[in-house]
């Protein structure tokens, strides 16, 4: 079976300004890197917008396990499908991050014959939106400690920085660590950490900003720490926003690839979706309804995280919602929620899947609270039996009152997903979305925390670790109770435990901490022992990639 960087490579990828053309955007709009890569003006794009938007389709899953569930790869081949159907379709992803690329994925541009290209760039550096990213969080770590050791006219207490450092790498020796040492030189020691770049507020308010204007005026609301009478010492006060902003520009236009089958993609920005808000760029989103009759995007992980920030945060911010939504679910995630072993997915066991059918069941209601009826994607694998896809369709239509689809893109490319591109068509255009948030902004932090993990994880209550508490209160009374709140938790759990699968009932959702995020507008919630820098597998990918005559491989 060919991988996903050999099918990628056969491709007879089309010249970048015949794919913007074909959005009728002009080639004075574009900043090519190459032949297949470009970046947007999105200025010079703003006379030539249609009064109309497109239909906003929004991507999500069941929880993510080892067995793979296909999400971006769905995402990909709806777009193709649309596209095949003869409409007018763009895609909307995020960037890979280098983190997982070289830890657990090995790549995260689609897969098979659903994939957004050239992968290798995408994978790898791409047009170096991330290390922009990074480059601005660190100037201001820079500008913050420079500020102390130059007198600290501001008065800043060493002891109540809340401004980390970053790196787009996947580094547990750098959680925690101690800077500055070496002498009256080299500043004051403190504590200090890192996190990796997905995690960083300044990645949050790239992604949710939507002029150079106002992503100035959000990077200069970041609270960097407090003097010593609890005052909030922001990145306005140190002078930062603005040198912020600069190396910051080039990164916030748009990036244009296309498809194998050569629909357009918009890749723009990356926060991870269990320690982060999950979504590409609203400048991205908003260009893309511009231009194209229906906007395909992703939510990242499970739509109890990813797809609940994307309702939450983004589309509450920027004024959004999804006219159809489509839940990813594959029989082999569903039987290992099930309890079936991993290396037992390729036999038959409708009793596994019978008990992991909860895991969606749980993921279809908590959608339904957003007034949001699902179509379910049952991503086809070569080892699944036609019984076990029988079951699950039938089950969801009988149990669920939900339609599911058996889509073949990765074999088939967009000749595998025309039913569920046909279906989603007349969803969106039907209207059968209402949409609402989950909460209202006027209710309180730690309310707002027990809605979601009663109502979306299916969770008896929560429960405030003293540090939590105390942050909540801080928080509120600095007048930041208003903000939705962006839960960083396990990925692979409804619950704060990586190991209770299918969907637990009746647990209770430990909350470690708060972390204010002005700029981006919400506040982090760190529930269990999520970590916001992770570390590497015991076995990472980085051990399999590699240059063999000049070429890359290891790339999945």
């Known amino acids: ?184 030189a080299n500043g004051f020691p403190r504590e200090d950490g890192f996190d990796i770049t997905v995690a960083s507020e300044v990645m949050a308010i790239f992604c949710l900003a939507e002029t150079l204007d106002d992503l100035e005026e959000r990077l200069g609301r970041i609270v960097v720490a407090e003097t010593r009478d609890g005052v909030a010492v922001t990145a306005a006060d140190l002078k930062a926003a603005g040198a912020m902003t600069v190396l910051l520009k080039d990164a916030f236009q748009p990036n244009l690839v296309q498809t194998l089958e050569a629909t357009p993609a918009l890749v723009h920005g990356g926060p991870f979706a269990n320690i982060a808000h999950g979504c590409n760029s609203v400048v991205a989103t908003r260009t893309a309804l511009a231009l194209a009759d229906f906007v395909v995007t992703e939510a990242g992980f499970g739509a109890d995280l990813g797809a609940e920030k994307f309702l939450n945060i983004k589309c509450r911010q920027a004024g959004l919602a999804p006219d159809a939504v489509v839940l990813v679910a594959t029989v082999r995630a569903l039987k ?13 066991d409708l009793g596994a899947l019978e008990r992991g059918f909860a895991n969606l069941a749980q993921h279809v209601a908590g959608l339904r609270r957003f007034g949001l009826d699902p179509l379910i994607a049952i991503n086809h694998f070569a080892t699944d039996t036609a019984a076990e896809h029988d ?127 002005a700029g981006a507008g919400f506040v982090v919630v760190l529930c269990g022992d999520i970590r916001t820098m992770p570390g590497l597998p015991r076995i990472p990918a980085a051990e399999s990639i590699g240059l063999r005559d000049g070429v890359i491989e290891g790339l999945f």
């Open 391 to 517: 079951f699950l369709i039938a089950a969801c239509r009988e149990r669920l009152d939900a339609t599911a689809v058996t889509c073949r893109h990765w074999a088939d490319g967009s000749a595998g997903i025309l039913e569920l591109a046909e279906r989603v068509v007349v969803a969106a255009k039907n209207g059968t979305s209402r949409f609402r948030p989950l909460y209202p902004d006027g209710l309180g932090l730690a309310d707002k925390i027990r809605t979601v993990a009663r109502d979306i994880y299916g969770a008896a209550d929560i429960a405030l670790s003293s540090r939590a508490a105390k942050d909540c209160r801080r928080i509120e009374a600095a007048g930041f109770g208003h903000l939705p709140v962006c839960m960083a938790k396990t990925q692979y759990s409804f619950s704060t435990d990586p190991n209770a699968l299918g969907a637990p009932e009746g647990h209770t959702v430990e909350v470690a901490a708060m972390r204010l995020a």
């Open 336 to 348: 290992m929620h099930g309890g079936a072993a991993k290396d037992g997915l390729a036999v038959e």
């Open 1 to 184: 079976m060919d991988t996903d960087i050999e099918i990628a490579r056969r491709a007879s990828l089309q010249p970048i300004a015949a794919i913007a053309a074909g959005l009728g955007i002009p080639a004075d709009s574009l900043e090519p890197y190459g032949r297949h890569v470009a970046k947007l003006d999105v200025a010079s794009l703003q006379t030539a917008r249609r009064p109309t938007a497109g239909k906003l389709v929004l991507v999500t899953a069941v929880s993510p396990t080892p067995a793979g569930e296909g999400k971006t790869t769905t995402t990909v081949g709806l777009g193709d499908g649309l596209a095949r159907l003869g409409h007018k379709a763009l895609i909307c992803l995020r960037e890979p991050s280098l983190g997982p690329v070289f830890g657990l994925k090995g790549g995260a541009a689609g897969g098979g014959h659903a994939q957004v290209v050239p992968m290798e760039k995408i994978n790898l550096h791409f047009t170096g939106d991330f290390h922009a990213i990074t480059s601005a969080h660190n100037l201001l770590a820079a500008m913050l400690d420079n500020h102390i050791y130059w007198g600290n006219a501001l008065g800043i207490d060493p002891r109540r920085i809340a401004w980390r450092r970053v790196l787009d790498m996947n580094d547990r020796a750098l959680r925690s660590v101690v800077s500055s040492l070496g002498g009256v």
